[in-house]
């Protein structure tokens, strides 16, 4: 097994990357996959099917495509890229966050759905149950619905973190594959194949990407069937 | 305290068109289902925009179309306890009845933990999960819950329906307690005779979205041509009586009412204590001399003041005993073989066993009581 943590201190990067890329993509997501969750399990607006299919495009689109329109919108010149670079002082082209944004967005549809699931499984009575009781709809949001939908909540994040450490189309057409700063397990183990003598480096990273992959299916498991004895739903 | 409510409202096909005003301490909104009793509670509690009308409690506009008002749910401070209990799944019992006290400005807390559990006798169940609840334990802790957050009036929609016979008999005793033993105003949403005569103290009967008849619960329940069909064997009758005392020979607890003494099976209640009974109108009957020789033990003399058709065979005759009007549903046979009439004096006679749980004010067991 020693062999396995024999890694080169580029391949630490590229597991270090990963797992920061992932998790930042994860956590990123959170916050505009519940609104638009929500916003399409009870909204009721003009161009509600327009805005689901928007969301699914990353699932249906070819990655490198998806990868192509990050370029184009977020890239130095693109105009959202210029933007951001102007008054925030955020850049995504050729940096980590870059390839943060790309797994990120191919992460949400998937997050979306699990998390717009479990909002369309709540009980509204239980909603209207709290307003009589002088909970404002921000308090029975922060009591009552958020808690009920919390195992969708923690599918739906396990989800869009296993999709960004697989990613590989979208963030290699956004933001390339330098070592260091935007190669990740998968463009890694891309790499490698692509070199004679590459074969043991890829291993490596491949039995290190299934272990971390599993790791966090593990814990998502233990995660949601601890949430849901705490309430009871067996 | 009073509620006023004045609704215009559709719903498909159907419509609501009522007005009724109380000032009871328990106002029962009683119909059959689909009589609109829901939806009218529903818009009290802020859960449904009427489409047009006006809602006040206690002066207070909830709701009136006409000047565009309608205070949301959270903001009126109405507590409701429904049919299906609702408490929430990821709380424990104790952080349920705390939820309503947290948006309840300091200044209006009248409700303390202590004797609202007290009241309901749900201290061990605080530290459970709903889940792990009976259906009669959890409509308890909903009844607390709501309590807890300080509410104006109570609304209660059908809390019993979705409970067997023993656990109504459970919670019966406890909003009992509630009426009399608390300040808050109650609404209760009921289609069960037995509940509304043992609970209420006014009665606002509909049909088909309307009222009907509203008014204390002893003169709309004497309307037994306006119960609804599946509920009219149950109607008769709804006295005030005290328990005078108990015949430990026979096993029998002695009641005083305007009519005279009434005797019915044990009761577990002290002395002096209120029971409400209902006798049922097809549990009378009327002997034109005082009987002899008959094993029925309570026979209570008056004079006819009402005669009118019922359902069938039957006719329906009330019965003035002394002030307390005790109904009979006999045939048109009898009443013609007996040649009745209104004002002749007569004896309405009903059997002791005829009294049961469901319609004696059966209480609380006496330990629990003292």
């Given at each position: 097994m020693t062999w396995l943590l024999d890694l080169t201190p580029d391949e630490w990067n590229a597991v270090r990357l990963s797992i920061k890329v992932a998790t930042a993509a994860m956590l990123a997501s959170l916050p505009p996959g519940i609104a638009i969750a929500l916003l399409l399990a009870r909204g009721k607006f003009w161009g509600k099917t327009l805005l689901n299919g928007l969301v699914h495009l990353p699932l249906i689109l070819p990655p490198v495509v998806t990868g192509y329109l990050l370029l184009l919108t977020f890239g130095r010149r693109g105009p959202a890229g210029a933007f951001l670079a102007e008054h925030f002082g955020i850049v995504f082209s050729f940096r980590w966050t870059g390839a943060a944004l790309a797994c990120g967005v191919m992460g949400f549809p998937l997050m979306v759905r699990a998390i717009r699931l479990s909002i369309e499984a709540v009980d509204r009575k239980m909603e209207a149950a709290a307003g009589t009781l002088g909970a404002n709809p921000l308090w029975v949001f922060g009591t009552i619905t958020l808690p009920l939908i919390l195992p969708g909540l923690i599918a739906g994040a396990i989800l869009s973190f296993a999709k960004a450490m697989g990613e590989f189309g979208a963030t290699i057409t956004f933001v390339s594959n330098i070592p260091n700063e935007t190669q990740t397990l998968p463009t890694a183990i891309y790499t490698f194949t692509q070199v004679p003598g590459g074969d043991e480096g890829a291993l490596r990273l491949t039995l290190i990407s299934i272990i971390i992959s599993m790791a966090a299916l593990v814990a998502s498991e233990v995660l949601a069937r601890r949430v849901g004895r705490r309430m009871d739903i067996e | 305290m009073s509620v006023l409510v004045d609704i215009g409202h559709r719903l498909g096909d159907f419509a609501i068109d009522a007005h009724f005003e109380s000032a009871g301490r328990l106002t029962a909104l009683f119909g059959p289902s689909g009589s609109g009793k829901t939806t009218l509670i529903n818009m009290i509690a802020g859960l449904i925009r009427p489409d047009q009308g006006r809602i006040e409690v206690d002066g207070r506009v909830l709701a009136d179309t006409g000047a565009g008002i309608f205070v949301p749910r959270h903001k009126r401070r109405i507590g409701m306890v429904f049919q299906d209990a609702r408490l929430f799944p990821h709380m424990s019992v104790m952080s349920n009845l705390r939820y309503g006290r947290w948006f309840t400005p300091a200044a209006e807390r009248y409700a303390d933990m202590d004797s609202v559990v007290e009241l309901l006798g749900i201290g061990p169940l605080l530290g459970r999960r709903p889940a792990k609840l009976s259906g009669g334990e959890k409509q308890r802790v909903a009844i607390g819950r709501a309590l807890l957050a300080s509410p104006r009036l109570l609304l209660m929609d059908e809390p019993l329906a979705s409970l067997d016979e023993a656990r109504k008999a459970e919670i019966l005793p406890y909003i009992e307690r509630l009426r009399d033993e608390t300040k808050i105003p109650i609404v209760y949403v009921s289609h069960s005779v037995g509940e509304v005569a043992r609970l209420a103290s006014d009665v606002v009967m509909l049909a088909q979205g309307k009222v009907i008849a509203s008014g204390p619960t002893e003169a709309v329940m004497q309307r037994l041509d306006l119960l609804p069909a599946e509920e009219r064997g149950e109607g008769g009758a709804v006295l005030d009586t005290k328990v005078?005392?108990?015949?430990e020979t026979f096993g029998m607890t002695v009641l005083g009412s305007a009519a005279g003494e009434i005797r019915v099976p044990r009761l577990e209640m002290k002395p002096g204590a209120p029971v409400r009974i209902r006798i049922r109108a097809r549990d009378v009957m009327i002997a034109t001399e005082k009987p002899t020789g008959l094993s029925a033990l309570n026979i209570l003399p008056g004079t006819i003041v009402a005669i009118s058709p019922g359902e069938g065979p039957t006719v329906e005759i009330g019965i003035d005993c002394d002030g307390a009007t005790v109904l009979a549903r006999i045939t048109e046979q009898s009443r013609q073989a007996l040649k009745l009439r209104l004002g002749d004096k007569v004896f309405a006679v009903v059997k002791t066993v005829s009294f049961d749980r469901a319609n004696t004010g059966a209480g609380l067991p006496l330990e629990v009581d003292g």
């Open positions: - | 005078l005392r108990h015949d």
